[in-house]
């Protein structure tokens, strides 16, 4: 298909699934030989482009338009990839279900129009309806908690969050800076692959970039070609539903008859990942969000605002911040002030690195491999395990009419259970669709030790 002919197709489906928040107008590519010469790409909308604008699909920054754009775009670009346009998202990444957005929820398209329409996931859920339904060949998302995993399990994409610190987040809008990381949905795994070798490089921009040092020691591992695999006690919530559990058994059986080797093994600070996760998310959140001000950045509540006409100068930013802002959105930067505030710090924030520390050391503990962070720990465990596979989400994707009715954020929250562990420990993750033709997308996780991602892809080739 022509490219005329994609964008009208593209155009045609976003109308009924709205996963775009906004369409390129001219469509060049900077390099007809280069790895991705030609290949489509959909560009979630908290990922800087110079082009086109960057809203975090907040009316805070409904129109804003970056001075510049983000290395991730620019190495695609160089790499000859064309980008298709930017993809609809919960507002700032603060979500699972793609409903938290000012341009409107996106629909699952992974289901007939004629059923009720479901939950695309979140918060990448643009990013994820874009990939299956073809609009691009691959799209970019940012997984910050499961936001790269959950949308693609949920619309039966694949969708691959690398090792923290390996893709530059310079140009990615900060929802919680020390867990946001690039991820790379597509329904082709070696386009996922290809896309990854072009992303992974040193950005001397970032301060948390992985260093060549460690990046070499993390590339001259081999994995083994028959696998331990893990299976965490704790990932296994009476709450998976039977289909799921039946699927995520099958992989893990056909894996046994090839030749890799099962293992049950524990992780025993995973209960407590999911409260220590929106601890520290929106902890940080509170924090990088202050910079939407009206002043700085974002939304004004009046265009020349006549401070002397409010109380204090706080009613204002107050004013500007209520309209920036969506219900989540400010319940979560509420959150966060709480558990930084003087009172509740050690209780609540220091409490809950103490936990990631733990986590990141159960970790450690159950892999073969080394960590490269830690080089006192150079030799990994020989009967560790190379990876851990669980299922990606309980359930397949709920009807939007469900999610409209949950009771409680908290039960939204709920969603997270499997996908956060990762990326409080850093490690690399990718979630495969594993359905039956014609079923609803379902999906499993694979999970490596940090700096593992080739470990991790060769997993889901098997797997695939
Ligand atoms: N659903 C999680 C949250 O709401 C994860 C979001 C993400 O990964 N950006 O925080």
């Not at 979140?122 to 936001?147: E, R, Y």
């Amino acid at each position: 298909m022509g490219l005329t002919d994609h964008i009208c197709k593209t155009v045609d489906l976003n109308k009924r699934l709205n996963a775009l928040t906004s369409i390129s107008k001219t469509f060049v590519s900077a390099n007809i030989s280069g790895p991705l010469a030609n290949k489509y790409v959909v560009i979630k909308d908290n990922i800087c482009t110079s082009d086109l604008p960057t809203t975090c699909a907040s009316n805070s920054l409904r129109d804003y338009i970056s001075p510049y754009e983000a290395t991730c775009v620019t190495l695609l670009k160089r790499a000859g990839a064309i980008v298709i346009g930017k993809a609809n998202l919960d507002e700032f990444g603060m979500g699972s279900t793609n409903t938290n957005t000012a341009f409107g929820h996106v629909v699952n398209s992974a289901y007939s129009p004629q059923s009720p329409p479901r939950t695309a996931g979140g918060s990448s859920g643009g990013s994820a309806v874009a990939a299956a339904s073809g609009m691009c060949d691959f799209a970019l998302g940012t997984d910050t908690g499961g936001s790269v995993r959950l949308p693609a399990a949920y619309c039966g994409t694949i969708g691959f969050k690398p090792t923290y610190g390996l893709i530059s987040r310079v140009g990615v809008i900060a929802y919680a800076q020390s867990l946001d990381t690039v991820g790379i949905l597509s329904n082709d795994l070696e386009t996922v692959t290809n896309v990854f070798k072009v992303l992974n490089q040193y950005d001397p921009k970032d301060p948390t970039s992985l260093t060549s040092d460690i990046r070499r020691k993390a590339e001259d591992y081999k994995p083994p070609r028959k696998l331990r695999i893990g299976l965490p006690l704790e990932c296994n919530p009476s709450d998976i539903s039977p289909i799921v559990r039946q699927k995520w058994t099958e992989i893990l059986q056909a894996m046994h008859n090839d030749g890799h080797k099962i293992y049950q093994v524990s992780i025993p600070t995973i209960p407590a990942a999911l409260s220590t996760y929106y601890c520290i998310s929106t902890a940080e959140c509170s924090s990088n969000l202050s910079r939407f001000d009206g002043i700085r950045y974002g939304y004004r509540d009046v265009d020349e605002p006549d401070v002397a006409s409010y109380e204090d100068a706080n009613l204002w930013y107050a004013a500007t911040r209520l309209k920036g802002f969506g219900d989540e959105v400010r319940r979560r930067v509420l959150l966060g002030t709480y558990s930084l505030s003087a009172g509740a710090y050690n209780s609540h924030f220091a409490q809950a690195m103490k936990v990631r520390r733990k986590l990141q050391s159960d970790f450690d503990r159950i892999f073969r491999a080394a960590n490269v962070l830690h080089p006192n720990q150079e030799k990994g465990h020989q009967d560790g395990v190379d990876i851990l596979i669980t299922p990606t989400t309980t359930t397949s994707a709920p009807t939007l009419h469900d999610v409209y009715s949950t009771a409680s954020p908290i039960d939204a929250y709920v969603n997270d259970v499997l996908t956060v562990a990762p990326n409080l420990a850093g490690l690399p993750a990718i979630s495969l669709p594993c359905q039956s033709p014609g079923e609803p997308p379902i999906a499993v996780q694979i999970v490596g030790q940090f700096g593992k991602d080739e470990t991790v892809l060769q997993c889901a080739r098997y797997v695939s």
